[in-house]
C-alpha cells in the first residue's frame, strides 16, 4: 500500500521577507526551550534557546519568543535569505531529565 | 572542534545481517543520545546516556536494537538482526550535562547515519 509520511506544514516566504515559524508545546513543566534548523541531508544544527524565566531571546538575525500561558514559541527570522531553506524544530525540555522533546517540525521554503 | 562524529554515513545491508553505528561525542561532553528520523515517525529520541550510564531507553524500539557507551568517548547502536522497517537516518548528538544550575543545554547533532536495509 501507498506510505503515508508526516505531512510538514510549508511556510513560503520570498527573500527579504522576515519569517516566524510558530510551535505549539505541550508540557506546561516544560522550562527549556530550542529551535533547530536541519538543511537536507545533514544533522538538526542548534539556532537559539530560551528558559521559561525569559518570555524573548535575540540572537543574530533571530528572535525566540515564548508565551508559557498558551504554550506557544516562535521563531522569527528577519531579512530572510535563501540559505535559510531548510526544516526548522522546536524542543522542549523539563522534570527530571534532560532529554529534548521535538516537534514535527516545519519546512521553510524560500522564494529568490 | 570537529564536532560530533558518526560512522558509517552509509550504510546499506541485507535483511537479517548484524548493523553498528558509532558515535564519537564532542570531547568534554557527558550526555549523548541516539536518534532515528524517517519520514513516517520523525525525530525519534531512541536512548540517551549521562556519564556513560544509560538513562532513558524506552524509545528503543524492540530487542533488536542495543547501545552501549563503554567510556566517554564512543558509543555504539547495534541492529540485530536488521529490517527494511529499521531503515532510517541515525543521528548521535552530544551535550554538557551540568548537575548544579541550568540541566538543560543544547544538544549537539552528528552528520548521521543513513541505513538503508534490503
Known amino acids: 500500500g501507498e506510505s503515508v509520511g508526516l505531512h510538514l506544514p510549508t511556510l513560503s516566504v520570498q527573500e527579504g521577507d522576515n519569517s516566524i515559524i510558530n510551535c505549539a508545546y505541550s508540557?506546561?513543566?516544560?522550562?527549556?526551550f530550542i529551535w533547530y534548523k536541519q538543511e537536507s541531508g545533514k544533522g538538526p544544527q542548534f539556532i537559539i534557546d530560551?528558559?521559561?524565566?525569559?518570555d524573548k531571546r535575540q540572537g543574530q538575525r533571530v528572535t525566540v519568543l515564548l508565551n508559557k500561558t498558551v504554550k506557544h514559541l516562535s521563531l522569527q527570522i528577519a531579512a530572510t535569505q535563501p540559505g535559510d531553506s531548510a526544516v526548522y524544530f522546536c524542543?522542549?525540555?523539563?522534570?527530571?531529565?534532560?532529554?529534548?522533546?521535538f516537534g514535527t517540525g516545519t519546512l521553510l521554503a524560500v522564494q529568490p | 572542534d570537529a564536532g560530533v562524529i558518526q560512522s558509517p554515513r552509509h550504510e546499506v545491508t541485507e535483511m537479517g545481517q548484524e548493523v553498528t553505528l558509532r558515535c564519537k561525542p564532542i570531547?568534554?561532553?557527558?550526555?549523548l543520545f541516539w536518534y532515528r528520523q524517517t519520514m513516517m515517525r520523525g525525530l525519534e529520541l531512541l536512548i540517551y546516556?549521562?556519564?556513560?550510564?544509560?538513562?532513558?531507553d524506552s524509545g528503543m524500539p524492540e530487542d533488536r536494537f542495543s547501545a552501549k557507551m563503554p567510556n566517554a568517548s564512543f558509543s555504539t547502536l547495534k541492529i540485530q538482526p536488521s529490517e527494511p522497517r529499521d531503515s532510517a537516518v541515525y543521528f548521535c548528538?552530544?551535550?554538557?550535562?551540568?548537575?548544579?544550575?541550568?540541566?538543560?543545554?543544547?544538544?549537539?547533532f552528528g552528520p548521521g547515519t543513513r541505513l538503508t536495509v534490503l
Open positions: 548528538a552530544s551535550s554538557i550535562l551540568r548537575l548544579a544550575g541550568n540541566l538543560y543545554n543544547e544538544q549537539f
Open positions: 570531547s568534554g561532553h557527558n550526555s
Open positions: 530560551i528558559r521559561s524565566n525569559m
Open positions: 546516556f549521562n556519564n556513560n550510564v544509560p538513562i532513558d
Open positions: 524542543a522542549e525540555a523539563g522534570g527530571a531529565t534532560n532529554k529534548l522533546i
Open positions: 508540557n506546561s513543566a516544560s522550562d527549556y
